[in-house]
């Protein structure tokens, strides 16, 4: 089992007057090479659900294993190697560095690995290529077209070979033909194996064939219709 | 390839970022920079010029003898008779008593002074060895009346060019004249630019300075433990006598030094706070770009420490250039151009002096004080400001 | 002294470790105070982080201490052109009771910053932290350390006036019996020499026999042996190979050679020694750490690193510090 989720609890600024329960004792498992769609309401605790499969913090209560590690109590510093280990993000702004080449873009989670800018290089090329944005390399992420853009941040969310690739809202930017490749995108990555969660109202994403189940979130809790 | 260790190449990788962030913000930095070196370039001409007018204070104080002697009247300085010496032969420890004659003379057609200096050199101590401070020449011997050395700036206002000799003229404006036996050398310019050194009975010939009198008396004390005791004796055999001690000459020189170096430190000092303040500001003030940029960094996987390692080697790279900048400025200035906007402040007898070329001698302890003057201060009022935009929360790149 | 660029340069750096060190120990308070690592509140959150403060303004306080400590010392170099009698460092350090001191605390700062960031790396590569509450129970016992330093400092400097008359290295280190100021006594050359060379081959082959195979009391050995060769190493530094680097029989000074004159051959010196002491020494003070939870394996990874970094810097040493005596020899007396 890869993501395994057991009355996961997150409850923000505990013990404050501000205190608010994000997502409240979700339970949930997720095979490997499968394809889920997050849906639910801004609000509805799909953010800080999709933070908590991503590694970017712990639950409060419960318990959230991520391939293999279970998330509780794990210091932020041991999160952030697991996470760059283990997750591939795409944004719904692609939060891509703008006056940043593409290149380096890509190799951005290689940084703090120590690996070499030769590899570096090669690593990204290789995905370029994959991804038919090699003419773009050392143009500014910010200068290059919405779709290119999101292909930039597929091949960064893929640069570290990570098994399981998170993406919120991906197609929220994209127009129907863009977003219809970007699915094609996934598909394909499933079948090379990877575990992808993708958090979206879009009905092109959620209606796609690859899609294995569809999991909606209302009010911090999985809503089952 | 050769390997290289992750832990290495991994602090290489942040270095590399490090330089590509700056170079992103070349307008924000370039500005911090510019003003940091200015903050340096004015620590290290002070430092260089402080280093440079010591060393110029040593070689004064090298060849002053231990106790001075000078005939005082109605509060004021007049001639010593030489007769005053052997009422002093009593004093045991005494070395050496030479008679000297220090003036200077005002040249009304080129409005400049002279340092006019006449002794036996060959009755001091270590008089022998001045003759190596000449670039030709000897010094005027006793018998050899009418002849002097001459400084290298002397011979410039006085237009010699390659002429032996040269007219002074006496209180009652007739005319004496002097064959040049000798050239100071370069190596000595801050002592000796503007002086005349001639014989004792010439100089009393020029200022018209009675027979067997002289400006003042130089004591050579053999024990330097014993230079007090026998200053008070001095004074006790010649009460109408000033006795003036290196050590008191030297601590008198000290006092005015130290207080303007330390008045000029603090003056910088204050610069350098109101660098630190703007450091501190540039640094923390995160503008929505640079946070959205960390919260990316972290959410892809960069540790807070990292973010941390890439805001030292900013800091580092910024204020390594603006030393290298500041201190190359410095030396220039010192070197080139004489100091030029800190020797005012500094120098408070180039009133008397003419102008001489400050050689700055740089050694790593000099940089050092400089590097803790300034980058120290520097890196650590960015410590605190780095750390804060390093704790931005990575799931700020995903809300 | 004040009103001098380097007693100010001086301040300056010890008053900026000083503010340094505080704000570490206001995080080692908070840390040691609401430290639980199985809340999620908002205050743990921030703890973690401050955890990466404190631990880089440790590793800039170790920087800048490193920096002060040549400071000081080329600091007192300077001094001794106003301190009638002081020729070196030595003299000017000497020119009151407090300049020795200061130096001292100021060498064991290095040492225990040092070991306090050793003591954090261990730490946090174990996902427990388990060294939190010692770690930063260690910082808190540091702070005096820093007090102490800061203030030995500015009396050095407040007390020194150029009017003590005050002894120079020819007299304190010097084999002449001038007087009775003789620091160091009764050691002949060649038994010094022995005794050098002799704990360098010692200590190089115990440091060989713990990476092949790990035993502890040769590694307690190991760590004490370095305590006495950093001893040793001095010594012989001040009393014999000074003197073939001046090239001058009775010169024995341990701060002339840190001057241009010597190619600031002294700082080779005391850069191999002092770090080479350090890695050594901590061999062995790791050792408790490894029963805590999950960290055997690092601390003996960091024992191995740290064996082998002391053992290159021993060799360089060695090289170092014989060339100017080979150098000697070699050349029959002329160099």
Request: neutral net charge; aromatic residues 10%.
């Amino acid at each position: 089992m890869l993501i395994e989720l057991k009355d996961t609890t997150k409850i923000y600024n505990q013990g404050k007057p501000n205190e608010v329960t994000a997502l409240s004792d979700v339970s949930l498992r997720i095979e490997e090479q499968t394809m889920i769609c997050l849906q639910g309401a801004s609000g509805s605790g799909k953010s800080t659900l999709l933070a908590i499969m991503g590694c970017v913090f712990p639950p409060t209560s419960g318990s959230a294993a991520i391939a293999g590690k279970q998330l509780s109590r794990m210091p932020d510093r041991f999160l952030t190697i697991h996470r760059r280990e283990t997750i591939g993000f795409i944004f719904q702004q692609f939060n891509l560095l703008p006056r940043l080449s593409v290149l380096d873009n890509i190799t951005l989670p290689l940084l703090p690995l120590g690996i070499s800018p030769p590899e570096r290089k090669a690593r990204a090329r290789k995905l370029m290529e994959h991804l038919s944005i090699s003419h773009r390399e050392s143009f500014p992420a910010g200068q290059i077209s919405g779709g290119e853009m999101q292909r930039v941040a597929i091949a960064r969310a893929l640069i570290n070979n990570q098994p399981i690739i998170l993406a919120d809202e991906p197609t929220a930017h994209l127009d129907s033909r863009l977003s219809m490749e970007f699915m094609q995108i996934m598909a394909d990555l499933k079948k090379e194996g990877k575990t992808i969660i993708i958090a979206s109202h879009d009905t092109l994403v959620s209606e796609h064939p690859a899609i294995d189940k569809i999991i909606n979130i209302k009010d911090g809790r999985i809503h089952v219709p | 390839m050769a390997m290289i260790p992750k832990g290495l190449e991994k602090q290489l990788n942040t270095l590399d970022f490090a330089l590509s962030s700056l170079w992103r913000r070349k307008l924000k930095n370039l500005g911090i920079m510019m003003v940091f070196s200015l903050v340096i370039f004015l620590l290290g001409s002070f430092q260089m010029l402080t280093g440079a007018l010591t060393s110029s204070a040593d070689a004064v104080l090298e060849n002053t003898p231990e106790i001075t002697i000078q005939k005082m009247s109605a509060g004021r300085q007049e001639a010593i008779p030489q007769t005053y010496i052997k009422k002093l032969n009593s004093i045991y420890g005494i070395r050496a008593i030479i008679p000297r004659v220090w003036g200077y003379y005002f040249d009304e057609s080129t409005l400049a002074n002279f340092t006019v200096l006449a002794l036996d050199h060959n009755a001091m101590p270590n008089g022998s060895k001045l003759n190596l401070t000449l670039s030709d020449g000897h010094f005027p011997k006793k018998t050899e009346t009418g002849t002097a050395v001459l400084g290298g700036s002397v011979q410039d206002i006085l237009e010699l060019g390659d002429r032996r000799v040269f007219s002074l003229f006496r209180p009652d404006l007739s005319l004496k004249s002097f064959q040049v036996v000798g050239i100071f050398s370069k190596q000595t310019d801050l002592l000796t630019n503007d002086l005349i050194v001639m014989n004792v009975d010439d100089a009393r010939d020029l200022f018209a300075i009675p027979t067997s009198h002289v400006t003042d008396l130089c004591v050579y004390v053999a024990n330097p433990t014993e230079i007090e005791t026998i200053a008070k004796k001095i004074a006790g055999l010649l009460p109408d006598t000033r006795v003036l001690t290196k050590s008191q000459i030297q601590k008198t020189y000290q006092v005015v030094f130290s207080w303007r170096s330390g008045f000029a430190s603090i003056c910088l000092l204050t610069a350098l706070v109101a660098f630190a303040i703007l450091a501190w500001d540039k640094a923390s003030g995160l503008s929505p770009e640079e946070k959205r940029e960390i919260g990316i960094l972290k959410i892809l996987g960069w540790e807070t420490g990292d973010i941390l390692a890439v805001r030292f080697w900013e800091s580092t790279l910024v204020s390594a250039l603006a030393f290298i900048i500041g201190c190359t400025a410095a030396y220039i200035h010192v070197a080139f151009f004489d100091a030029s906007l800190l020797k005012p402040v500094m120098v408070g007898w180039s009133v008397i002096h003419p102008p001489f070329k400050l050689l700055p001698t740089v050694t790593l302890a000099d940089l050092l004080l400089i590097f803790t003057f300034s980058v120290l201060p520097y890196l650590g009022a960015t410590v605190i400001p780095a750390w804060r935009c390093s704790t931005v929360p990575p799931d700020s790149a995903i809300r | 002294m004040f009103l001098n660029s380097w007693s100010l340069g001086l301040t300056l750096a010890g008053l900026i470790i000083l503010v340094l060190g505080v704000f570490a120990c206001r995080t080692a308070i908070r840390v040691l105070r609401h430290w639980n690592p199985s809340s999620d509140t908002n205050l743990q959150i921030t703890l973690e982080n401050e955890i990466w403060l404190a631990s880089t303004l440790v590793a800039y306080g170790l920087g800048f201490q490193i920096l002060t400590l040549v400071l000081f010392v080329l600091a007192a170099d300077t001094f001794c052109q106003v301190i009638v009698g002081a020729m070196c460092a030595t003299g000017a350090l000497l020119a009151n009771n407090f300049g020795m001191p200061a130096l001292l605390v100021k060498i064991a700062g290095v040492f225990l910053y040092g070991f306090w960031i050793v003591l954090h790396k261990l730490d946090i590569s174990s996902e427990t932290y388990p060294l939190v509450k010692i770690k930063y129970i260690y910082l808190l016992l540091i702070l005096p350390l820093l007090f102490a330093d800061i203030t030995l400092q500015t009396l050095y400097i407040a007390f020194l006036s150029p009017d003590i008359i005050t002894s120079c290295c020819a007299v304190v280190f010097g084999s002449s019996a001038e007087t009775g100021r003789n620091l160091i006594v009764g050691f002949s050359q060649t038994g010094l020499l022995f005794l050098y060379y002799g704990s360098i081959i010692v200590l190089a082959a115990v440091g060989i026999i713990l990476l092949k195979r790990w035993l502890l009391p040769l590694a307690v050995v190991f760590s004490a042996g370095w305590l006495w060769f950093l001893g040793v190493a001095t010594v012989a530094i001040i009393s014999v190979f000074s003197s073939y680097i001046y090239a001058m029989p009775y010169h024995n000074c341990p701060f002339c050679i840190l001057k241009p004159e010597y190619h600031y051959i002294g700082f080779a010196l005391y850069f191999t020694l002092i770090p080479a002491a350090f890695f050594g020494l901590s061999t062995a003070l790791v050792e408790p750490f490894k029963n805590r939870v999950d960290l055997a394996g690092q601390v003996t990874k960091y024992q191995r690193t740290a064996i082998k970094i002391s053992l290159i810097f021993l060799l360089l040493l060695a090289a170092i510090s014989s060339y100017h005596y080979l150098l000697y020899k070699i050349s029959g007396g002329e160099s």
